[in-house]
């Protein structure tokens, strides 16, 4: 009779080791990465002390002092010196499988993995009934990144002990991370069907049906996986997230914010929650988490940036302008910053200060062609169309496909009249850069307008009207070219679809009245 799982418990009496860790053959779990972590725990089976006394077989009894002494040094972090031990353990005794097991385990947890295999391979032939070195031997493959061999090793384990949940998690997470992701949910599944209660199961499973956009069963696992562990950070976010995609912005925002009370150090978490306010026009908290980011990463760029744009969106500029400053100093003119300032103030409509920032910010850096395209903007809006073409220009010379500055000057030259030849010109190279731009479409159908070429104009601004068909600007070109046309019908139908999509327009609400239509009789009969 072969004692040596029975009398090694004599020696671990003498060394006072009951009840203490030893070395674990399995992989735990950790819900925060998934990463295989090596741990301790007894795994020996209940023996009998007599049984040493009994047995004559002292090569035998020598085997167990050197494996007693392995364990150890196992439990003392030792493993050279466990080894060694295990060694001797096995060559008095080379039936026994729980020493190739145990140095099986030691070297994949040491990253020998040729070495674990030799083992592990050697612990199952000794004892086809053992269920750990078949786990570890799985393992070892896998760190060995042969995957099918791994594969097959858990199979192998699952059709063995069908009732054992480990293989099954192990599995699924190599599946997972081999992208064979439908044959990771089964499997997952599999394990819950043996335990439906293991919370990062099902968050797992809800991370593979977001792989698969299948949001309804997504949602459906992380929510389970709270139900077990409400505490669960990654649970909680994993579902804010998978909400989000779906649109479901204040279900998002409650996980988000018990993210935060789970985890109030999670800075990412305050700025998707931020975003997210914002997005539902919360201003007020998404402004208060925007300064509470600049408290917690004073010299991340972008905290800045958010905030103050939320502040011009508000028509704060004081304040936009007061973060910017504090920022510019702070963070020495970085390029963004300036924009931003330049920004504000040509939403202030002070548009000699906009043009000197925007200046200052290609001097350290700012892409030219970008910025000289805002400055013929500004310049623009100050009818100084001389120095608005002297921009476009440059920007195009920076950057020859800047299809917005070529669809900008063609069009400025449109509605003044000028240049016509040359307008149709420079808004079709804007076109054949990006050619579904319904923008660029309805400058070309105004440039044919002006040009007194109302058949292609109306040709052009219906198509445009398909790109962009809530644009009020391109409904009342469309009805100006019908008018011209002599289709007043057709004129009046778009000048009252662009007027409800624009009731403040001055010039719609003329022309509706020059056809005895009452603007307000047309907005109190939308609202029916």
Partial sequence: MNIFKRTGIALLFVFGLIGTPILSIGAQENENDSAKQFSFKSFLPSLKVNDLIFNP?????????????????IFNGNYSSAIEELKKAHGLDPTEAMIPLKMGAIYLQQGRNEEAIEQLVTAIKLDESLYDPRLLLAQAYFQQSKVEDAIKEYNKTINLYPEKVDAY??????????????????T?????EIDSELSSVWYKLGLLYSKLNNIDDAVSSFRKSIKIKPSSFLAHLGLAIVLEVASKNEEAIAEYEECIRINPLSKNIYKRLADL????????????????????????????????????????????????VWAKDKLQNPVEIISMIALTYSEMNELDKAIEEYKFAITIGAKPDIINYYIGSLYERKKDLAMAEKYFKKSIEFNPENADAYN?????????????????????????????????????????????????????LKKAVKFLDKDPVIREHLGDAYHKMGKVEEAIAEWKRAFIMDPHSDSLKTKLEENNISPQELLSEEEK
């Fill in 277 to 324: 306010y914002r997005a539902e026009n919360r201003y007020d908290k998404a402004l208060s988490l925007y300064m509470l980011l600049i408290d917690l990463e004073p010299y991340e760029l972008y905290n800045y940036v958010n905030p103050a744009y939320l502040l011009i969106k508000m028509g704060k500029y004081d304040a936009a302008l007061e973060i910017l």
């Fill in 188 to 192: 997952f599944t599999r394990a819950l």
């Fill in 408 to 460: 900008y000057l063609g069009y400025m030259w449109a509605e003044q009249g000028i240049n016509l030849e040359k307008s149709t010109e420079f808004i079709q190279k804007a076109i054949d850069i990006d050619p579904n731009n319904g923008a660029y479409i309805d400058s070309l159908g105004w440039s044919y307008y002006k040009r007194g070429m109302i058949f292609e104009a109306i040709e052009e």
């Fill in 57 to 73: 077989d002292r090569k035998i009894i020598a085997a167990h002092t050197h494996f007693s002494m392995g364990m150890l040094y």
């Fill in 169 to 186: 998690i192990e599995l699924g997470e190599v599946l997972s991370r081999e992208n064979k992701t439908q044959e990771a949910i089964d």
